[in-house]
């Protein structure tokens, strides 16, 4: 199972930008899917993150800007970002945990598999 993360980029102070975190393997099922940054210096935090019902968990200093979605029939997680500021700049991971069934039908589990980062610079 792999996570590819999408959609980063430069962008000035006020501006938006979406990012996307496609899951992808057989017979898989997603169950908590999430965003967290890394900034210069900074140790790795959680943005934000969705049950697989849809219940979601925003972090404070980004409530009102930022917007975490999913699509379960794509396996994929958003991050709308919106008035985005300096202190947003970062290197962006999504996180996820599922259960898949292999070649011999026996179930995998993964908790908190972790994608490629991808980068937004938010210009001042």
């Known amino acids: 199972v792999q996570l590819q993360a999408s959609g980063g980029g430069l962008v000035q102070a006020g501006g938006s930008l979406r990012l996307s975190c496609a899951a992808s393997?057989?017979?898989?099922?997603?169950?908590?899917m999430g965003w967290y940054r890394q900034g210069p210096g900074n140790e790795r935090e959680a943005v934000a993150t969705v049950s697989r019902g849809g219940a979601t968990n925003v972090r404070d200093s980004v409530k009102g800007r930022f917007t975490i979605s999913r699509d379960n029939a794509k396996n994929t997680v958003y991050l709308q970002m919106s008035s985005l500021k300096p202190e947003d700049t970062a290197v962006y991971y999504c996180n996820a945990d599922y259960i898949h069934f292999n070649d011999r039908g026996e179930p995998v589990v993964g908790f908190g598999v972790w994608g490629k980062g991808t980068q937004v610079t938010v210009s001042s």
């Open positions: 393997g057989s017979r898989l099922t997603v169950n908590e």
